[in-house]
C-alpha cells in the first residue's frame, strides 16, 4: 500500500492527494507534526519537507517527484502526455502552479487572515461559542498560532501577490473558456498541480480536505468571490467532483476542536 507523508492543509500535499485519487490509487495517509514529525521524514527521505510518497523500499520525495513516479510506476489513467508539445506545456504550467500560484496563494491567504476576522474565524469549528470567536476575530494571530508563519508579509507583498495571481485567475479562465481542462479533454498533472495549488486562494467547496467546515468554499477576498473568475473555480470544482474522493478521519483536525492548521 501506498503511504503518503503529509500535512493535511498542505497544498503541495493536496496535489499529489487529487492525482493519486485520479488514478484510482489506494493509499495511507502519516499526518507529519510539523517541527518534531520532520525529523521522522529527513531520515525517511533525506530532507524534511513533505509530501514524501513511500511504495515499498521506494522513498520519494517532492510533488513533482511523486507525480512522475506514480505515472511511470502505475500507468493506467496517464496525466502526463506522450505528445511532446502537449508534455512541455503540461510541466510547464505544473511548474507555474508549483512557484507562482501556490506560493502567492499562501501570502494572499494570510494577508487576508490578517485583513478579514471573518475569514480567520471560518477556521473554527462550527460549534465554536461567540463569545470566542469574537475574540479569536479581536487578537490576531494570538489564538490562530498556524499563522506564525505569516510574520514578515507586509501589505506591499501582499498587494502584489494579489496582483499575480489576478493575472494568473484570468489566465485561468481564458485556457478553459473552450475546453474542459487545462490542455484540452482530458484532464493532465496541469489540472491537478494548478486545483491542488489554488487550495489557498479558495478552499474546496467541500470537506475534501479534512478542515474545519467553516472554511469550506471560503477564499481571499477580492479573488474567491470576483465573479470573473467564476469559470475557473467552477471547473475546479467539477473536477473534485469527479475525481476527488472525501475520506474524512485520515489526518488533519477534523474540526472537532480549537484549530492548529500548519501551511507550510
Ligand atoms: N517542492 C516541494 C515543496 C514542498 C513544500 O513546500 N512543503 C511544505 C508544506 S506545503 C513543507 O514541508 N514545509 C515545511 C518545511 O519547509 O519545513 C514539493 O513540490 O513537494
Known amino acids: 500500500m501506498l503511504e503518503l507523508y503529509q500535512f493535511e492543509a498542505s497544498a503541495y500535499s493536496e496535489k499529489v492527494r487529487l492525482i493519486l485519487d485520479y488514478k484510482q490509487l489506494p493509499y495511507t495517509v502519516v499526518e507529519v507534526t510539523p517541527g518534531v514529525g520532520q525529523f521522522d521524514v529527513f531520515r525517511l527521505s533525506g530532507q524534511r519537507q513533505v509530501p514524501v510518497l513511500k511504495d515499498g523500499e521506494t522513498v520519494v520525495p517532492d510533488s513533482t517527484a511523486i507525480a512522475r513516479y506514480v505515472d511511470e510506476t502505475y500507468p493506467d489513467r496517464p496525466i502526463l502526455p506522450t505528445d511532446p508539445k502537449q508534455r512541455g506545456l503540461c510541466l510547464a504550467l505544473e511548474d507555474w502552479a508549483d512557484e507562482s500560484i501556490g506560493i502567492h496563494g499562501r501570502k494572499a491567504m494570510i494577508g487576508a487572515f490578517n485583513q478579514h476576522p471573518n475569514f480567520r474565524t471560518g477556521l473554527l469549528p462550527a460549534n465554536t461559542p461567540d463569545l470566542v470567536k469574537n475574540l479569536v476575530g479581536a487578537v490576531p494571530g494570538d489564538i490562530l498560532s498556524f499563522l506564525g508563519t505569516g510574520v514578515g508579509f507586509g501589505p506591499e507583498s501582499v498587494k502584489e501577490s494579489t496582483r499575480i495571481l489576478k493575472q494568473a485567475l484570468?489566465?485561468?479562465?481564458?485556457?478553459?473558456?473552450?475546453?474542459?481542462?487545462?490542455?484540452?479533454?482530458?484532464?493532465?498533472?496541469?489540472?491537478?498541480?494548478?486545483?491542488?495549488?489554488?487550495?489557498?486562494?479558495?478552499?474546496?467547496?467541500?470537506?475534501?480536505?479534512?478542515?474545519?467546515?467553516?472554511?469550506?468554499?471560503?477564499?481571499?477576498?477580492?479573488?474567491?468571490?470576483?465573479?470573473?473568475?467564476?469559470?475557473?473555480?467552477?471547473?475546479?470544482?467539477?473536477?473534485?467532483?469527479?475525481?476527488?474522493?472525501?475520506?474524512?478521519?485520515?489526518?488533519?483536525?477534523?474540526?472537532?476542536?480549537?484549530?492548529?492548521?500548519?501551511?507550510?
Not at 467547496?205 to 467546515?213: C, F, I, K
Open 170 to 264: 484570468e489566465a485561468l479562465c481564458l485556457m478553459l473558456q473552450n475546453s474542459l481542462y487545462l490542455l484540452g479533454d482530458h484532464p493532465t498533472l496541469a489540472d491537478f498541480a494548478v486545483a491542488g495549488l489554488s487550495m489557498y486562494v479558495k478552499f474546496p467547496a467541500r470537506r475534501y480536505v479534512n478542515l474545519p467546515e467553516g472554511i469550506c468554499d471560503k477564499g481571499v477576498p477580492g479573488l474567491a468571490d470576483d465573479a470573473d473568475y467564476a469559470p475557473f473555480f467552477e471547473w475546479r470544482d467539477r473536477l473534485y467532483a469527479d475525481y476527488r474522493q472525501v475520506r474524512l478521519g485520515n489526518g488533519g483536525s477534523g474540526g472537532s476542536g480549537p484549530t492548529s492548521i500548519a501551511i507550510d
